[in-house]
């Protein structure tokens, strides 16, 4: 039951307040902040045409949406015994679950609705093929029945015929279930997910698909929940890149040089987003094609980013989230709810876990949601935990970027990473140097934001350079970027190449191999190497008066107010 969430705040901007996305922004980001998102309605004018094509292909991915909270259920157990038994008793190579069109076969209850009717040869003489493939819910495609029969030929039916007693002996302690929860399908045309989600909308909710939000959204936690029944929902994500945006490129004006477009966010002249880089599925918007029930589990933004969403057309998107203020909360009770699948990990695979967000409110954690209609957008909060799932065919575009905010994050965000040992998709402290560095035309707001995390950051990388003994190489001047061997951090500043006494770096490099580096943290203990600075000590050290400066007129006009009202006081 999720009526005891809150709802996220919702904004309809007027035409004028539409224009600027900074100014309006910047304005609402206190309800953003605190709720973990919003829902920003745009103004009746700013309604895009569909560009996207029934033709476009996407490669598309298998979702299983029933194993999204509990890996193992009634449905998987099953599994398990039909696996053991083409295994250990046939030989059998699996591989994969067969599909038929683009479902995957749900074998659990093919080989119920076998039984149900009859076995193999009544639904062969009375031609119950057809009722079968319904429901399953498996498309009509070419010869569906003869691949019907092939699939419960080859993986259902010496199974089938095992006693229930020889059933409950096979051996499916060795049988591997994996946590993984997607597969890589083929690729697919938009048409073919719209044909594939308007039949799973007709099998689940017969005769015609109709159901209201509510239903769907208590029939969803019931699949997720339970894990009774096999729910596969295909999905895809395509950079617009390589897939063209869904906003125009060109006409109505209006909307294609819109700030709301996202394809020129980060072209737009004020804030910090025009210092991040190109990033794939990152920085660079995506479209996400989904189709019923297509979900996405509890997890951050790539470096506690924020995001921004527009759903082009079909069905809504239910949105939930956390703020970052309850983040260790939220953590710490999925820790305690699924503790095989998050592993107190810190960063959440989208297809990770699934909880209920009634779990959390129950709890105490703020969790709030919103249902996306077409033609609205979301933005979530720098560091909220989010969540999702479609209530039928839908295309969103989204895209990450940055703010003012965002910037108080990034020291998190590095530490998180380094912990964590993964590659860090955004060379942070090249980002807040370039900021810092453009602090003449930087507003205060985002100059103190970015200033404790770079000053910690070069502070520590001049005290660490005091203690390297190892001799040191020319300044090199390499855009390159290389990560460190032990924390996976970018090496920005500095770094060294470990080698033993006696070995001639210059010769390896010319053999081609590949050498080790380490940034200076973890270097501190080799008694051999070549420490490489990319950026000189005068260098830091000017970046550090620069902003010294520019912030000490202001604790200049502050500290002799604080000392006079003591005075006065």
């Known amino acids: 039951d999720n009526s005891a969430l809150d709802s996220a705040p919702v904004f309809r901007p007027t035409g004028e307040e539409f224009k600027n996305f900074h100014a309006y922004l910047e304005k609402i980001t206190p309800q953003i902040l605190t709720a973990g998102m ?170 015609d698909g109709v159901a209201s939000a509510t239903s769907l959204e208590l029939e969803f936690w019931n699949i997720v929940c339970s894990a009774e029944e096999h729910v596969v929902s295909p999905r895809g994500t395509e950079s617009t890149i390589t897939h063209g945006s869904g906003f125009p490129a060109y006409e109505p004006r209006h909307i294609a040089q819109s700030d709301w477009n996202l394809t020129n966010l980060r072209n737009l002249p004020d804030g910090v987003m025009g210092f991040l880089p190109d990033v794939h599925f990152v920085t660079q918007p995506r479209l996400e094609f989904c189709s019923l029930f297509s979900a996405s589990g509890w997890h951050v933004e790539p470096h506690f980013l924020p995001l921004i969403s527009y759903n082009h057309f079909n069905h809504p998107r239910i949105w939930y989230t956390s703020p970052a203020s309850e983040s260790r909360k939220l953590l710490s009770a999925l820790h305690d709810i699924v503790p095989r699948l998050v592993n107190g990990n810190d960063i959440l695979d989208t297809n990770c876990v699934l909880v209920p967000p009634a779990e959390f409110s129950g709890s105490g954690i703020k969790v709030c949601r919103a249902v996306q209609k077409p033609g609205e957008f979301i933005i979530t909060a720098p560091k909220a935990y989010i969540s999702h799932f479609s209530l039928g065919l839908n295309v969103n575009e989204s895209v990450n970027f940055a703010t003012e905010e965002w910037l108080r994050y990034t020291s998190d965000s590095l530490t998180l990473y380094q912990n964590w040992k993964l590659k860090p998709a955004l060379n942070i402290p090249q980002i807040i140097m370039d900021v810092i560095k453009r602090h003449d035309t930087l507003n205060e707001k985002s100059l103190r934001a970015a200033e404790p995390f770079l000053t910690a950051i070069l502070k520590t990388e001049l005290e660490i350079r005091k203690k390297i003994t190892l001799p040191t190489a020319s300044i090199v001047q390499d855009s390159g970027v290389v990560y460190c061997e032990t924390c996976q951090t970018i090496c920005h500043l500095s770094l060294v190449r470990p080698c033993k006494p006696g070995d001639k770096m210059k010769e390896k490099a010319k053999k081609g191999k590949k050498q080790a580096v380490l940034c200076l943290k973890h270097a501190t203990h080799l008694a051999s190497g070549m420490v490489e600075f990319r950026v000189s000590d005068a260098v830091i050290k000017r970046l550090l008066t620069s902003l010294e400066k520019r912030l000490h007129p202001i604790q200049s006009i502050v500290h002799p107010v604080q000392s006079l009202a003591r005075s006065v006081c």
């Not at 598309?60 to 696996?83: D, N, T, Y």
């Not at 009544?122 to 699939?151: T, Y």
Request: aromatic content about 8%; overall charge positive; hydrophobic content about 35%.
């Open 38 to 207: 919003c829902k920003v309605i745009p103004p009746l004018a700013w309604k895009p045409m569909q560009v996207l094509q029934d033709d476009l292909r996407f490669h598309m991915r298998q979702q299983e949406v029933h194993r999204i909270c509990h890996r193992s259920g009634p449905s998987s157990a099953v599994l398990r015994q039909i696996k053991a038994h083409l295994i250990y008793d046939h030989g059998f190579e699996w591989k994969a679950p067969p599909q038929i069109g683009s479902v995957i076969v749900d074998l659990t209850r093919f080989s119920w609705l076998m039984k149900k009717n009859g076995g193999l040869q009544i639904v062969i003489d009375k031609h119950k093929w057809s009722k079968i493939g319904d429901a399953l819910g498996i498309p009509q495609v070419a010869e569906r029945n003869v691949q019907l029969e092939d699939v419960y030929c080859k993986y259902l039916l010496s199974y089938d015929l095992l006693t229930d007693e020889q059933k409950e002996k096979l051996k499916t302690d060795d049988v591997e279930v994996s946590n993984e929860i997607v597969d890589h399908g083929k690729k697919m045309t938009l048409q073919a997910l719209r044909r594939h989600d308007a039949h799973a909308r007709k099998t689940k909710f017969p005769p």
